[in-house]
């Protein structure tokens, strides 16, 4: 069987960890042969969150539905030298396997947006064209010291698979900071929610002797009527005084929530707005459905569009001469009827995209 019939029936992943990179070098021609596996990995920062941690956080997995779930929606054509469009190869909208092309492309752009890279195995006819192709499971293919694709730990020719490169090392390493910064602001604001007042002494003011275990106890006590046990009603003997020492700042746990989610929001490349952020000191605008929609596919979608349609265009793909693009036109058409019906409706036609509104 080969690497193809393995993959073609494969569904849907769970939450896939980082493993290593794949190449795609072998004894079949690659736009990659000269690339050394050092300038495309690097060492892993120590204790860098996996994709099923990261996507925890609320604000990145916002930002991850918009750009993966709209990618996988467009169509792709085809594109001579002279701009002249025709149908794409038939193997790239084919229903005939177990995984629709949709799927196949949502979780292809996963991979870029979280891992820089991801992998396709492929079906070629006897003059070598490529005639089904399907995505491989990240965490299902690495590569070896010597520099061949292993999947499932076995070594695969590379006319057997195409290796898709995106624009960066994937948000998991190069917002590393910024997300293992969004994780501790939601812990601390988990805490803040279970002891409002959070540094708390309880102060012995007598020479009463107490031991390990009846301060345990007594903090024990304390802690589950602070969190709401009992109504929050707690008991403290005239031997105990109770001091506050301050509570979790409100004003950073909010602020800092919002410019974790906004970091984010750049590292993805989509404006804060699409995720729910705001940027310190801006105002609330209008923006109409369409022109919101064409920042995103500017900013957030076109780098790994790029990099997929630049991939897919290469010869080993598609024959000379031919490009596969994404078409935005008839969703952006879409949007833009709609928005435009939306503002008549609610009498905004006369505003401009981006004119400011009074709260």
Not at 209 to 234: Q, Y
């Amino acid at each position: 069987m080969g690497i193809f019939e393995k993959f073609r029936d494969w569904i849907i992943p769970g939450a896939s960890g980082y493993t290593a990179i794949a190449s795609p070098w072998n004894h079949y021609p690659s736009h990659l042969a000269e690339i050394a596996i050092p300038d495309i990995i690097g060492a892993a920062p120590a204790g860098r969150l996996t994709r099923e941690s990261a996507s925890r956080i609320p604000a990145l997995q916002r930002a991850r539905g918009l750009i993966v779930t709209t990618i996988a929606r467009l169509p792709i054509v085809a594109v001579d030298d002279s701009g002249e469009e025709f149908p794409a190869p038939a193997w790239l909208s084919s229903t005939s396997g177990a995984v629709s092309p949709f799927h196949r492309m949502l979780w292809t752009a996963d991979d870029l947006f979280f891992y820089g890279l991801s992998l396709w195995a492929v079906d070629r006819d006897s003059s070598g064209t490529v005639t089904a192709a399907a995505r491989i499971p990240y965490e299902q293919w690495r590569v070896s010291d010597d520099n061949a694709i292993l999947v499932d730990d076995s070594p695969v020719n590379s006319d057997e698979v195409i290796l898709i490169p995106g624009v960066t090392e994937g948000i998991l390493i190069h917002g590393a900071d910024s997300l293992t910064q969004a994780v501790k602001l939601s812990a601390a604001a988990s805490r803040a929610a279970d002891n409002p007042a959070a540094q708390v002494e309880l102060h012995q003011t007598n020479e009463a002797p107490m031991t390990n275990e009846e301060i345990d106890a007594l903090i024990s006590r304390w802690t589950k009527a602070r969190r709401g046990e009992n109504g929050g009603v707690a008991y403290t003997s005239s031997g105990i005084e109770v001091k506050e020492h301050g509570a979790s700042n409100e004003h950073l746990l909010l602020e800092g929530r919002n410019a974790a989610a906004v970091d984010i929001a750049r590292h993805a490349g989509i404006p804060a707005t699409m995720i729910d952020a705001t940027l310190s000191g801006s105002s609330i605008s209008y923006q109409n459905t369409a022109a919101r929609m064409s920042e995103l596919v500017t900013f957030g979608l076109s780098p790994i569009m790029a990099a997929i349609s630049a991939r897919l265009s290469l010869d080993d793909v598609t024959p000379p001469g031919v490009n596969l693009e994404f078409d935005t036109t008839a969703m952006l058409k879409r949007l833009a009827d709609l928005s435009g019906q939306n503002e008549t409706d609610s009498g905004l036609e006369s505003l401009e995209p981006n004119e400011e509104v009074e709260e």
